[in-house]
């Protein structure tokens, strides 16, 4: 007779087509956002908060409570300094730009120096807390984990740049075919994020008590990206601006 094996309840439910529908409407609604031109961050700021919220609650690391805090700190931080940096701009010392280039990316170069800092700063508090335990076991994965938190919701603001780029004047000359390589590249970087994230859910390993942690890991990749849409359009106002496509 054969013994037949039962399921591990205490191991999460793992619906990757649950995973695949958060991310695609989450990407829908961010890309679309960006065709709104100026008027996007209406949009944006309430996808970003409503992100960081959602991967707070769904948690999809094997932590304390400090790690989300420590995420929710780190997000808030960059969230307030990359709208400081759209707007008014106060928070920043001025740069004294001249080129177009320069001025154009000012809020750019702004929030990305508020961006290294809090990765070296929150780098530092979480090989402080893993040196503080008295029991250091698994510790290269605590830290990455904590760290994973920190820099999925310090990226997630990296969104709201898009606008930067949606206000440019058309592209024009070689700049244009620079524009399109940019663009496809940013798309395929998206792609192979969400294929990624499902050897993500098969090896994730959440805290029990987490209600839907694949929500979480659902976001990861989506928050990840806000770096791919700060980049690519730091590359598109080199397109529009750089001096290699200035005719």
């Known amino acids: 007779m054969v013994e037949q094996t039962q399921p ?17 409407i989450a990407l829908v609604l961010l890309v ?29 690391f094997r932590g304390t409570w400090t790690d989300r805090v420590l995420g929710v700190l780190a997000g808030l931080i960059s969230l307030v300094f990359a709208l400081n940096a759209l707007g008014s701009g106060t928070l920043y010392p ?21 961006y290294v800092m809090l990765l070296a700063l929150f780098t530092v508090i979480g090989f402080a807390r893993q040196m503080a335990r008295k029991e250091r076991t698994d510790l290269l994965r605590s830290l990455s984990q904590s760290l994973t938190g920190v820099v999925a919701m310090a990226s997630m603001p990296g969104w709201l740049f898009v606008v930067v780029s949606a206000s440019c004047v058309a592209f024009t000359g070689p700049g244009t075919w ?27 390993d959440p805290d029990p008590a987490v209600p839907a942690p694949w929500v979480g890991i659902a976001l990861l990749p989506v928050m990840l990206l806000g770096l791919v849409a700060f980049a690519a359009t ?3 106002l080199l397109c ?3 001096p290699i496509f200035v005719d």
């Open 8 to 24: 591990d309840s205490t191991l999460p439910h793992r619906p990757y087509r649950g995973v695949l529908a958060v991310q695609v």
């Open 32 to 60: 679309g956002a960006s065709l709104l031109g100026q008027f996007a961050l209406f949009l944006e700021v309430p996808l970003c908060v409503a992100a960081m919220a959602a991967f707070t609650i769904f948690w999809p």
């Open 94 to 114: 001025s740069l004294n730009a001249n080129d177009a280039l320069t001025i154009a990316a000012t809020p750019l170069i702004h929030w990305a120096c508020v």
């Open 178 to 204: 620079a524009a399109i390589v940019v663009s496809v590249i940013a798309l395929a970087l998206m792609v192979l994020m969400v294929i990624a994230s499902r050897f993500w859910l098969k090896d994730f």
């Open 234 to 236: 730091l590359a598109l």
């Open 240 to 242: 529009q601006y750089g």
